[in-house]
């Protein structure tokens, strides 16, 4: 194969995936889209088989994070980099976990013991850590300094001191304080932030469905 | 007024290890707010008839949903004491060991003496990847989507599970997790099923925004407190109570810090006048 | 008493680790890090097994032959990982994204867009009726949503006679920013704090017995 005619199939080649990938967004958009607008069954029966089909494909994404993971590890092994003695201790954990879960299975009560003594543990005392940082932060942060550290200082406590118990034996109505301010100026912001999150996803999907997102899926890259 | 120093974080951080170290080892039972939210979705579950089938669905991070337990548990209780019926399906990784530890913890399964028996009363049914397609999968066709239980056994062989095919069959939906923004325009909205959701307290906020778009179909508490006050309703304390306990004395130290902050700047600000006056 | 079961002396071993970062980073703490790393990404490779058995169950009896097409494309995802076959991956995530754009646009449209509207519309209609407290929450929630609204989409400065009652708007919007953000601050606090509590009675009561 000659220089020429190399180059003219790979660009035939990447123009194929190119467009066959936006056909198959198109496809499976307009059907989900079709489902809930049209009264027809064959619609929602192929809206609903490619959802199943989405189901299926992506359960072997669950497989991504340890190919990442053992290959980052074993390339910082090999090159002793930082923390090197707690990698090697993790790609030997890895599999033994591994090992031990199918062979007791996700549903054993052994498995779930070791779940639940180890990696819900180590994240419920990461997250617990939190208030300390909290703690300590907002006695730096929460200065009346100006209107606007004042205005945000006084919200942020008042919003502690009307959750707390002791607050209730003072001002027996404080709880409704609380939801009020919960459900009346907070709700309406988060509604802002809704309203505009929804309408820019209604536009990058318009955008997808038309193609104007190019490289997000790298259908253009390698070979 | 006396300059007063500023606190190094450590000293804060062993007051806050000192307060929770005094909750862990003394019980308060402090008192705590009634929410009329909490409320009206508990006399909701009450007011279902016995033999619904209720759907506890979705699953993001254990240690987060941690705080929904503290009202799921309670829920469970109250479903399983009222003679409804329970579906779990995760739809995070996490989701299957969570929902077997809220079972669990609930004490309902005939082998801790509850009146639940695994296949008649309750299903466990194995994680679906997909988030909202999961969902909305499982509310057209369930059968269609889930082929076993989590134990491998075909869901025809599962006596619950043949009476459970669409969303016509679901009579709430339990979500103790993070999704119920994601999952609720097309659980109430599209097909109408009410949603009890026991919101993490950094997510009441924007579970509100949907309880206001659908107030007769959707009940958000709030957080580890909405938790307690759910325990409350159903007459089990747990970990909301004790999560209200360790709160209490954790907010009078906030205010106190935040206090001294305060004071600390004022002292600050008085002694650079008193100088500029001196120069 | 103090716990003899393993498992609540490994929860407890663990726990401290974790705590331990507030002294500083130390050895233990790192332990602690990479054996949650590992679980983590372990146990998806656990779950997985009797997730491939329950999607794929309708391919192994035979009631759905055609699903070796999603088998494919779920093998072909895991191309990701490396660079130079990246594009492999692209045909399976077209379809992932496919999928989510056509669902999640329905309910962008019809929930999240549509029915904030209505419910804003519903609120305007409802500012004269109920207790004051209620009629005051109808109109804090149309000020603080337009002028959020109008903060966040209206960033360029606008010239001419609209600019400076816009420009009070904006700026009414940014204080709503700000009470937005303190509120969920201060709500958040007990989450948190919940969370400690749950870890040091694990600690406390679980493991010592208190």
Not at chain 1, 60 to 73: A, E, N
Not at chain 1, 188 to 217: D, F, H, K, P
Not at chain 2, 244 to 249: C, F, L
């Amino acid at each position: 194969m000659t220089e020429t005619t190399s180059v003219r199939t790979s660009a035939g080649f990447t123009y194929a995936r190119t467009y066959l990938t936006r056909l198959i967004i198109l496809v499976c958009a307009l059907s989900g889209l079709g489902a809930m607008y049209f009264t027809s069954p064959q619609v929602s029966g192929v809206a609903n088989e490619l959802q199943l089909w989405n189901t299926a494909a992506a359960t072997w994404t669950l497989f991504v994070g340890i190919i990442t993971l053992s290959r980052r590890y074993v390339v910082s092994i090999i090159n002793r980099r930082t923390y090197w003695p707690y990698m090697t201790y993790a790609i030997v954990l890895t599999p033994l976990w591994v090992i031990m879960g199918v062979y007791a299975g996700v549903y054993s009560d052994l498995y779930q013991t070791a779940f639940l003594s180890t990696k819900v543990t180590l994240h419920i005392a990461i997250l617990g850590q939190l208030v300390y940082f909290l703690l300590s932060g907002s006695y730096r942060v929460l200065r009346m300094k100006s209107f606007r550290t004042a205005l945000y200082a006084f919200f942020a406590l008042t919003m502690v001191v009307v959750n707390s118990s002791w607050m209730l034996a003072i001002f027996p109505q404080v709880d409704k304080l609380g939801y009020w301010l919960l459900n009346n100026p907070a709700m309406a912001m988060q509604r802002t932030l809704t309203i505009s999150g929804a309408i820019g996803g209604v536009i990058l999907s318009m955008r997808i469905l038309m193609g104007l997102e190019r490289g997000s899926l790298r259908a253009t890259e390698g070979a | 007024m006396a300059k007063i120093p500023e606190l190094k974080s450590q000293y804060i951080w062993l007051v806050v290890l000192l307060v929770y170290i005094s909750t862990g080892a003394f019980t308060l039972n402090a008192p705590f707010q009634m929410s009329q939210a909490t409320v009206d979705a508990y006399n909701y579950v009450e007011s279902l008839k016995p033999g619904s089938i209720c759907v506890l669905g979705g699953g993001n991070v254990f240690a987060f949903d941690l705080e929904s337990s503290a009202g799921q548990i309670a829920a469970i209780k109250q479903i399983a004491r009222k003679g409804l019926r329970l579906v779990e399906f995760p739809t995070g990784v996490e989701g299957i060991m969570f929902h077997r530890y809220c079972i669990d913890a609930a004490r309902v399964d005939e082998k801790y003496g509850g009146p639940w028996k695994y296949g008649r009363d309750y299903v466990l049914l194995p994680y679906v990847p997909g988030g909202t397609i999961a969902v909305v999968a499982f509310l057209t066709d369930v059968h269609a989507l889930i082929s076993t239980d989590l134990f491998g056994t075909p869901i025809k062989q599962v006596p619950l599970m043949n009476e459970m095919h669409s969303y016509k069959d679901i009579a709430l939906w339990f979500m103790p997790h993070w999704a119920a923004e994601t999952y609720s325009p097309y659980i109430i909205g599209e097909r109408g099923v009410p949603l009890l959701f026991f919101a993490q307290a950094s997510n009441y906020v924007t579970a509100a925004v949907y309880m206001n778009i659908y107030p007769d179909k959707m009940w958000v508490t709030n957080g580890f407190l909405g938790g307690a006050q759910y325990e409350k309703l159903v007459g089990s304390p747990g970990l909301g109570q004790s999560a209200v306990d360790g709160y209490t004395i954790l907010s009078g130290a906030f205010l106190g810090f935040v206090l001294l902050g305060n004071m600390t700047l004022l002292s600050d600000v008085r002694r650079k006048e008193k100088v500029e006056v001196k120069q | 008493m103090i716990s003899t079961d393993p498992w609540v002396w490994i929860s407890a071993f663990l726990t401290i680790c974790s705590f331990s970062l507030l002294y500083g980073d130390n050895p233990l703490f790192r332990i602690a890090e990479y054996t949650f790393t590992s679980t983590v990404v372990a146990n998806s490779v656990v779950t997985s097994i009797p997730t491939l058995r329950d999607r794929f169950m309708p391919l192994f009896n035979g009631t759905k032959p055609w699903f070796i097409i999603p088998l494919a494309l779920g093998i072909m995802s895991l191309f990701v990982v490396w660079r130079k076959y990246a594009w492999v991956a692209s045909f399976p995530y077209a379809l992932f994204l496919g999928v989510n754009t056509g669902i999640s646009m329905r309910g962008a449209v019809g929930t999240t867009i549509i029915g904030n509207i209505r419910a804003v519309m519903q609120e305007g209609a409802a500012i004269l009726i109920g207790s004051p407290t209620d009629q005051l929450g109808y109109v804090v929630r149309i000020v603080f949503t337009v002028s959020g609204m109008i903060y966040l989409f209206f960033t360029l400065f606008l010239k001419g006679s609209l600019a400076k009652p816009m420009g009070y708007v904006r700026t009414f919007g940014k204080y709503a920013w700000l009470v937005f953000m303190a509120i969920m601050i201060g709500n958040g606090v007990q989450q948190y704090s919940g969370l400690a509590t749950s870890a040091m009675n694990r600690l406390i009561r679980t493991w010592l017995g208190f």
